[in-house]
């Protein structure tokens, strides 16, 4: 035995970073018996060798107290390998003693079977899966740590991350979609009614005109389907743009290419799925001479792409004009100084979304009692019905933003700024949807429950009193499909939501919601947008009466920031009612989240679930949290992505998924196109393993199913002791059973003498042992010798 004294020098330490990688799936729409994947295991190596069994010698006594709270009282089969065990074992001893032979085979193969299906021990089948809730009606433990996540760490992080605070990016897409859960006769239509006498339409071109707008053919031809035309924009008699497939096919068989389809003055009365797109441009005859479509997979599945329709007039560019698909464009000629319809044809709805079919006068869409209810603007007055006798019938499947009409034909140089860049004003524009959330909207009859509604002209991005009273999520898709040149707000046809005439038992909000095509599809109608190639303006804001109240475009530190909707303070502190116990407080209310009443119920003003929680902000988040073990230290930035490949009220259509940009920030990252990292629509705390999807634009995010993926970060540490045994040392033993014999048997050895080294122990400074290691072989250590050993060690 020898001690040596570890100087610095003999000291070795360094650090290895780790990333494991998660990925972990949930799905309540799985068999039962593969609800999840990726779960963490509490043991590092579980084994399910390790069986759940009863120490023998408490045979005969009862390890569990049946009396105590929450403790399972006596179980036998806990026992049942004891006791097997046990009759084995007096067998034998009584055979054993009598002198006659016994059998062991058979009765140890009815233990083993015992032992073989008892349970694992607790330890080994414990696992740990991704938490994901929303906020809850009651004030419990999911509030509390919603209250920490937006009171405590969110504040702590704000200075190191992107938007760390209680609001989200006003940077969103229009989504059109057709599924078997949604209406397809539905779409934005804007009144191009003349105001006045003489005046001209507020959405017609006098003569030259430019369409602009990005659009992402997301969606492909269901199974066995034909994709059909879906039609982008149509004014009647005027022009319309529409969605076409090309020859382009996936591997599934699914159309991957699509077109433009530009239908001009008369030729736009046209149906988009009968024209022949096979037919050259400037070839058709009358009255499909003003048909053009562009080139056979101009546009590709999942990208997204800006499109401008630029045409200078007869008198400016001799007719001629161009389709413009980002850097390439399409010819096609006009010979005429205007596309308008003769002056005895009235246009009066510009449709988004859709193609109008019809005979009867577009006027009614804006009727006065459907402008009261549903609070468009304008209303056409002495009209006081819908039409009839018309048909939306070429839905487009697609989403599109920034949607504007240029009163010109612009340049090369000037759809080149369209593609990379908003407009911060309305010159030369007739109109323009961006779509941003504006504060400002129309009064309308707004739902308090699925039974009553109020007079509201609602300034919040969803029905805030919806969803603090009665746990209802509906968007306020007026507040984001306003017209930022005219100030229009849309009829939102087969968009909006009704109340129920008869009382429903054992109803909810959001069962309510979700029971009707229109309302799933308006939730769903605008989303978050993924298109990294575009950054818009969003002074466009401060234009127009929109300015007047700049409340909600607020930062964490109060100051204005328009690129940015908080939903931290959505209620004021006076919605509150007095301290009163629960039962007292919810019948002042009336109705609450899972009592919603009927039609006979008398609802008060009362805000049942921010009564609960006092929490004024969005309860509209979905928060995902995981146990360190998935991710070690911290989930690795830059590396986390959630996906629901089926959002809810969509029957599988819409796909979100969503990314962190390295900085705390996720943003929505479906497109094949780059992404905007800057566009924020949740944040991720790294060391917390939290993340928040603020926007409340994604309703439900993962209820149904989510996948998860990052990596995590975990350092190791390595310390190496080199130790020196060196000539001299470590020559004798204290084990009192040590006998000096040679080395070796050869006659010409020359240092007999030798000690085997078996192990070595560290200690501190009072000789205490603080780490031992012992050899896997014995060394053997002669005087003479010298050596270097390594003691290493992993923390």
Not at 223 to 232: H, Q, S, V, W, Y
Not at 386 to 394: R, V
Not at 517 to 527: C, I, M, Q, W, Y
Not at 564 to 587: G, H, T
Request: with cysteine; charged share 20%.
């Amino acid at each position: 035995m020898s001690l040596i004294k570890i100087l610095p020098e003999y000291i070795e330490h360094f650090s290895l970073t780790l990333h494991p990688e998660i990925d972990f799936v949930s799905s309540s729409l799985q068999p039962a018996t593969a609800l999840t994947t990726g779960s963490a295991h509490l043991s590092a190596r579980p084994s399910k060798c390790f069986k759940n069994l009863i120490d023998p010698s408490q045979w005969g006594e009862n390890s569990y107290d049946a009396e105590s709270s929450g403790v399972p009282g006596f179980n036998e089969e806990d026992y049942a390998a004891a006791i097997d065990l046990e009759n084995i074992s007096r067998t034998a001893i009584e055979a054993i003693e009598a002198g006659t032979g016994y059998d062991l085979r058979s009765s140890m193969s009815d233990y083993m079977e015992i032992v073989n299906s008892s349970s694992q021990i607790a330890r080994n089948s414990k696992r740990f899966n991704v938490v994901r809730f929303d906020p809850p009606y009651l004030f419990n433990l999911n509030t509390a740590a919603k209250s920490i996540v937006r009171n405590i760490l969110m504040p702590y992080y704000a200075s190191s991350y992107d938007n760390c605070q209680f609001v989200y990016t006003n940077y969103h897409t229009l989504n059109f979609f057709t599924s078997s859960l949604v209406p397809s006769d539905s779409a934005l239509i804007y009144s191009n009614a003349q105001r006045k006498a003489g005046e001209t339409r507020p959405y017609y071109p006098t003569g030259s005109f430019t369409i602009d707008f990005y659009i992402n053919p997301r969606y492909t031809n269901d199974p066995g389907k034909d994709f059909k035309a879906g039609t982008i924009m149509h004014l009647s008699s005027a022009f319309a743009v529409s969605l076409v497939s090309g020859s382009g096919r996936d591997g599934d068989g699914n159309v991957s290419g699509y077109r433009i389809l530009l239908q001009l003055s008369h030729s736009a009365d046209r149906r988009p799925s009968r024209v022949n797109l096979n037919t050259k441009n400037n070839t058709r005859s009358y009255p499909e001479d003003l048909i053009f479509v562009t080139a056979d997979n101009s546009l590709s599945k999942n990208n997204w792409h800006h499109v401008s329709i630029a045409w200078g007039g007869k008198s400016v560019s001799d007719g001629t004009g161009s389709i413009w698909i980002d850097n390439d464009h399409y010819p096609f000629s006009v010979p005429s100084s205007s596309i308008l319809p003769p002056k005895h044809v009235s246009s009066e709805a510009l449709v988004l979304g859709n193609y109008y079919e019809g005979w009867d006068n577009e006027a009614k869409f804006f009727n006065t009692t459907a402008a009261s209810r549903e609070g468009f603007f304008p209303k056409t007055a002495g009209l006081t019905n819908d039409p009839i006798s018309f048909d939306l019938d070429h839905p487009l499947n697609a989403e599109i933003h920034d949607i504007k009409i240029f009163d010109r034909d612009l340049n090369g140089d000037e759809i080149k700024q369209n593609i990379s860049s908003g407009r911060s004003d309305t010159k030369d524009l007739l109109f323009y949807v961006p779509p941003f959330f504006a504060k400002e909207s129309r009064e309308r009859n707004v739902l308090i429950t699925p039974f009553q509604t109020e007079r509201k002209a609602p300034t919040d991005p969803f029905n805030v009193n919806f969803s603090f009273g009665v746990g209802g999520r509906l968007l306020n898709l007026e507040n984001f499909s306003r017209e930022f040149v005219k100030g229009y707000y849309p009829r939102l046809y087969n968009l909006t939501a009704s109340t129920l005439d008869h009382t429903v038992l054992d109803i909810t909000a959001n069962g309510y919601v979700y029971a009707s095509g229109s309302t799933r599809k308006r939730n769903l109608t605008v989303l978050p947008n993924d298109n990294g190639r575009f950054v818009p303006d969003f002074d466009l804001l401060t234009s127009g009466s929109v300015s007047t109240n700049m409340s909600q475009f607020t930062n964490i530190l109060g100051g204005i920031d328009l690129s940015v909707i908080n939903i931290n303070d959505m209620v004021p502190d006076s919605a509150a009612l007095p301290l009163l116990p629960q039962e007292i407080s919810e019948a002042v209310a009336g109705c609450t989240p899972t009592d919603l009443g009927g039609i006979e119920t008398s609802v008060g003003p009362v805000l049942t679930i921010y009564d609960r929680t006092l929490d004024p902000s969005s309860n509209e988040v979905t928060v995902f949290d995981m146990s360190n073990l998935f991710y070690g230290n911290r989930i690795l930035p830059g590396s986390l992505f959630i996906t629901d490949p089926n959002v809810t009220g969509s029957g599988g259509k819409v796909r979100i998924s969503l990314k962190d940009n390295g900085r705390g920030g996720l943003f929505r990252a479906d497109a094949l196109t780059t992404h905007p990292t800057w566009a924020n629509v949740g944040t991720v705390l790294y060391n917390e393993g939290v993340a928040v999807i603020k926007s409340p634009n994604i309703p439900f995010f993962g209820k149904d199913e989510f996948e998860l993926k990052c990596k995590g970060e975990q350092n190791i540490h390595m310390l190496t002791v080199n130790i020196p045994a060196g000539v001299g040392m470590f020559n004798s033993s204290s084990n009192p059973v040590f006998k000096p014999i040679s080395a070796s048997l050869d006659p010409n050895e020359y240092d007999p003498d030798f000690v085997y080294i078996t192990g070595l122990n560290l200690h501190d400074d009072n000789l205490n042992v603080i780490m031992r290691s012992n050899l896997a072989q014995p060394i053997k250590k002669r005087r003479s010798d010298e050596f270097l050993i390594k003691f290493k060690k992993d923390f």
